[in-house]
């Protein structure tokens, strides 16, 4: 994935202001506590598992988009 839509440009697409909402619909259907460990497939720029991670869930995210891990990887 190339061009505007990589890195760290994702983040400032509407869509993304949810991400708080969308992780607490996940972390309670899901049942997810403090030490549990969390795959985020397509994580993307690590938008989910930055938040699941600040509510103590282990998450490894994985992503085709290097361009995407390396901005999850730098903290954004």
Not at 2 to 8: D, F
Not at 10 to 35: H, I, K, M, W
Request: hydrophobic share 45%; with cysteine; net charge negative.
């Amino acid at each position: 994935m190339a061009g505007c839509h990589a890195g760290v440009a994702y983040l400032r697409y509407s869509f993304t202001r949810g991400t708080a909402q969308e992780v607490d619909f996940f972390a309670g259907e899901l049942g997810l506590r403090p030490g549990q460990r969390v795959l985020d497939f397509g994580c993307g720029p690590g938008r989910h598992a930055r938040a699941m991670a600040d509510l103590g869930v282990d998450v490894v995210g994985l992503d085709l988009s290097l361009p995407f891990l390396r901005a999850a990887g730098e903290g954004m």
